[in-house]
């Protein structure tokens, strides 16, 4: 039998209710609706878009020509001395990359890894205490961190690690926020899963190895892009725990293309913000998918 010998014809009514395309009345209601929303979704994307399509145009000119008004949107003609003296000129920000790549780096694996071991202790682990030792540990997240930088100040003094990148990794590798959203997704998963495992003989680190770390892959992944940005563009840590030009992060960095009046060379700022931004686009870009599937998963939109 052909799809045409049981596909229901329509009534004569709601023929003569069709446009010319054959979309009945709720049709065009629905496609009018979601253009509706499409106007100002455009819009909202074009405002956010515009700081960023400034700062590569302003990048792309002379010092001079970044403050002439009326603003040109594309240089003409286009200068590329800003960005060849930001990557091999005397102030280079190639170290300054350098070690926010380490830090970034470091600091994303670390939180994973505590975050993920902590998260499923807390969520599928019985032992005495484990819910008010949890209430504790996130009651900490309240404290505001701008008010944790003097005690790592002086704590960091006392070890010896100020002036180091370890300064800097060691705060951001233990985070409540992490241990949360690692926690609300082992949560969510069924107990049948483990219980059937350990009917059948695993131990409780074959049943977190081999059953419940590879479902959250899609929530590692999301974490390790919020980490991978708060590190990144972390200003205030480097600032209070670092001293030597040495080993400045890139937002120290970029801070000191400014001369001893405070004014700021335009141009060279916007080339360095340019180049700053290539790793997290590149980050976001590749683990995209995997960040929007954990979001779903854990409720957090």
């Keep these: 039998m052909t799809d045409t010998a049981v596909r229901p014809r329509p009534t004569p009514a709601a023929a003569s209710t069709r446009d010319r395309t054959g979309r009945t009345p709720r049709q065009r209601r629905a496609a009018r609706s979601r253009w509706l929303w499409a106007i100002p979704m455009w819009l909202l994307a074009l405002a956010f878009l515009l700081p960023f399509v400034w700062m590569l145009s302003t990048s792309l000119k002379t010092n001079a020509e970044a403050f002439v008004v009326p603003m040109e949107w594309i240089p003409d003609p286009v200068h590329w001395d800003a960005f060849v003296e930001v990557l091999t000129g005397e102030g280079s920000i190639l170290p300054a ?15 994973v890894f505590t975050a993920t071991m902590a ?57 409540v926020l992490g241990t949360f959203l690692m926690r ?21 680190w074959q049943i977190f190895w081999r059953l419940y770390l590879p479902m959250a892959t899609p929530v590692m992944s999301a974490l390790g892009i919020l980490t991978f940005v708060w590190s990144w563009n972390d200003y205030e840590t480097p600032l209070v725990l670092i001293s030597s030009p040495e080993t400045y992060t890139l937002p120290l960095a970029l801070a000191g293309f400014t001369d001893e009046q405070g004014a700021i060379s335009a141009n ?27 979001l779903t998963h854990t409720g957090i939109k």
């Design 268 to 294: 060279l700022t916007m080339a360095a913000s340019v180049v700053s931004i290539i790793p997290v686009l590149i980050v976001f870009l590749v683990l995209q998918k995997r960040f929007i599937r954990a």
């Design 97 to 111: 990359f350098a070690n926010s790549v380490i830090v970034a780096t470091v600091r994303v694996l670390g939180e």
């Design 119 to 175: 998260g499923y202790a807390f969520a599928r682990l019985y032992f005495r205490g484990r819910d008010k030792v949890f209430l504790a540990y996130l009651a900490t997240s309240i404290i505001p961190a701008q008010l944790l930088l003097v005690p790592r100040f002086i704590y960091f003094q006392q070890l010896g690690l100020y002036d180091t990148l370890w300064a800097l990794i060691l705060p951001g590798m233990f985070t």
């Design 184 to 204: 609300q997704f082992f949560v969510g998963q069924p107990a049948a899963f483990a219980e059937a495992a350990r009917i059948d003989g695993a131990n409780e």
